[in-house]
């Protein structure tokens, strides 16, 4: 029996929890942390799950706005530290799966490249 190279539903759950997932999967891996849409998925699996725990704070009796203002106190940080770690995280994930922790920001420093390429054309260097 050959080895899987996508993961099932509840390695795919086990995954989103931080689990590790099988040599096998690494090129999916690779593509889920480093492809199109990975910092969009990262978003959603870390601001999603947590909103039917925030939703609790709705059955706090009083008015609504003050069950929505406490919400709000824990899922504002939430947000913005989900997004300061991004890179942080996909470096990680990628350590964990024995991947080259530089491929997190691939993209970025191509662009730069890119970028670099194009000025040192128009300004007579290279």
């Not at 009083?62 to 929505?68: C, E, K, N, T, V």
Request: proline share 9%.
């Amino acid at each position: 029996m050959s080895e899987r190279s996508t993961p099932t539903l509840p390695q795919r759950v086990a995954y989103i929890y931080g689990r590790t997932l099988p040599p096998s999967m690494r090129e999916w891996v690779l593509r889920d942390l480093t492809g199109p849409g990975a910092t969009r998925r990262y978003l959603l699996r870390v601001l999603v799950p947590i909103l039917p725990v925030l939703a609790l704070f709705l059955l706090v009796p009083g008015p609504l706005w003050m069950g929505l203002s406490m919400a709000a106190l824990l899922y504002l940080p939430l947000i913005y530290f989900t997004i300061a770690l991004t890179y942080v995280f996909r470096r990680n994930r990628l350590l964990r799966h024995d991947l080259d922790p530089a491929l997190a920001d691939a993209g970025a420093r191509a662009k730069e490249e890119v970028q670099r390429a194009d000025y040192e054309r128009r300004h007579g260097r290279g």
